[in-house]
């Protein structure tokens, strides 16, 4: 987080803030940001100009991508002072390298008083697609005390297909492949594939990711989810299952963690991720038709694919009668 005043006293100019260097990869890229003002003064309107340039100033011919006008009187009106979120779209012919710049202006007397700004989690967005967009990917144990590993895809392009790696320990770097590869559908459209482990013998807690292998030959991996395994016939009598949702893992995080539970019966469940002022930014839902130990992988995103800002966050999850909230911290 960054922080500049409206109006530069000394220079009697207006103020910037100019973040490094940002290489654009091209055209088709928008810029989101969240600002907060500390003066929620309804007489003043917060006005910030956001421009892209080529160079760290605004000197020659700067691009005004948008206004921030933040009066507290305009409709819909953004009555309280507080963080909100913006994002504006570079037009085409930017150059590969280039600077956001936000100036501030006082709308209400310039040069007077101005007003501090406080920028955070500026971030530059390609609109170029990802080959896979996963929605979910999960471990549960199957009635014959195998491994169950179920993953949907929203959208897929260029993909080849899908490997399931399996470790005892959270390192993706000595993990084994355990699959042969699962053909990619490439369809806008939802897919859910599956692959069942039936290789487990010893007790233990695994971990598993999912590889997706491009037709160009690149690879990227999701995960890991877990799961508690315990082998069939043991002389200690297991210990009966409860409905529960269990700490985050790892938590804080960045970019991902593993959200796991545990159904006492089959349920249909539902977990809802909150922000701090109580939206619902990102929800998943599962049927389960048999109780036991499940997990799933949350990347950190919203609903609409985009990145999360750092900062606290509830998740609840809902099977019948029981609900049950937890917090977890995203760190960037």
Same mark, same amino acid.
């Given at each position: ?48 100009? *956001?421009?892209? !340039?080529? #160079?760290?100033? $605004?000197?020659? %011919? ?5 206004? =921030?006008?933040?009066?507290? +009187? ?89 490997? *399931?790696?399996? !470790?005892? #320990?959270?390192? $993706?770097?000595? %993990? ?5 590869? =699962?053909?990619?559908?490439? +369809? ?94 990102? #929800? ?49």
């Amino acid at each position: 987080m960054a922080s500049f005043h409206s109006y530069m006293y000394a220079s009697g100019t207006r103020g910037i803030l100019v973040t490094p260097p940002v290489d654009f990869q091209g055209v088709g890229s928008s810029v989101s940001f969240w600002m907060y003002r500390d003066d929620n003064a309804t007489s003043i309107a917060d006005l910030v100009n *956001v421009h892209y !340039n080529t #160079s760290n100033n $605004l000197s020659g %011919a700067p691009i005004l991508l948008g206004v =921030v006008n933040r009066s507290y +009187t305009q409709s819909p009106a953004e009555a309280t002072a507080g963080w909100y979120q913006y994002s504006y779209n570079l037009p085409s012919g930017v150059k590969a390298i280039g600077y956001i710049i936000f100036e501030g202006v006082d709308a209400a007397a310039l040069g007077a008083n101005g007003y501090n700004i406080f920028i955070d989690d500026v971030t530059i967005d390609s609109e170029e697609p990802l080959p896979v967009e996963l929605a979910s990917f999960t471990a549960a144990i199957s009635a014959d005390n195998y491994v169950n590993l179920t993953w949907v895809t929203q959208t897929e392009t260029g993909v080849q297909g899908f490997y *399931v790696l399996r !470790n005892d #320990s959270d390192d $993706l770097a000595t %993990a084994l492949t355990v699959s042969e590869l =699962v053909p990619a559908t490439n +369809t806008s459209q939802q897919q859910t594939y599956a692959f069942t482990d039936r290789e487990l013998q010893e007790e233990g807690t695994y971990y598993y990711w999912l590889q997706n292998t491009d037709l160009d030959g690149t690879v990227d991996f999701h995960g890991p989810v877990s799961i508690a395994y315990s082998s069939l016939g043991a002389g200690t009598p297991s210990i009966p299952l409860a409905t529960a949702l269990y700490p985050a893992y790892p938590n804080p995080f960045n970019p991902s963690t593993t959200l796991s539970y545990s159904l006492a019966e089959p349920s249909a469940v539902g977990i809802d991720i909150y922000n701090q002022r109580g939206q619902i930014v990102r #929800s998943f839902s599962q049927d389960h038709s048999a109780a036991g130990h499940f997990s799933l992988s949350f990347d950190g995103r919203d609903s609409n694919g985009e990145p999360l800002s750092s900062g606290i966050y509830l998740y609840r999850m809902r099977a019948g009668a029981f609900s049950q909230f937890r917090k977890m911290v995203l760190c960037k």
